[in-house]
């Protein structure tokens, strides 16, 4: 058996992110965990969901964070927010 085999994966604590996540490296990580977690130690998905709230500035910012994280969560919220980059 590999290294591993037959345990639940590492999980990280929310406290391990930022409240607020703007970084890709900090972004893939969180990706990353909600893969981890679920798939169960028989590689089998595991019956749950995840929410997210996606809040952007840029027509960019939607499009890119809508195709990136709806592989992994359903919206629970969308909103756009004025700043830099405008529309």
Known sequence: MPPGAGQEPARLPASAFPRVLSRPGDINRLLNGVLS????????LRDCRFDYRFLYRTSDDYMRGREKFERYFY????QHVAGAGGR
Do not use: F, N
């Open 37 to 44: 977690y679920q798939r169960t130690v028989e590689g089998q």
């Open 75 to 78: 919206p629970a919220r969308v």
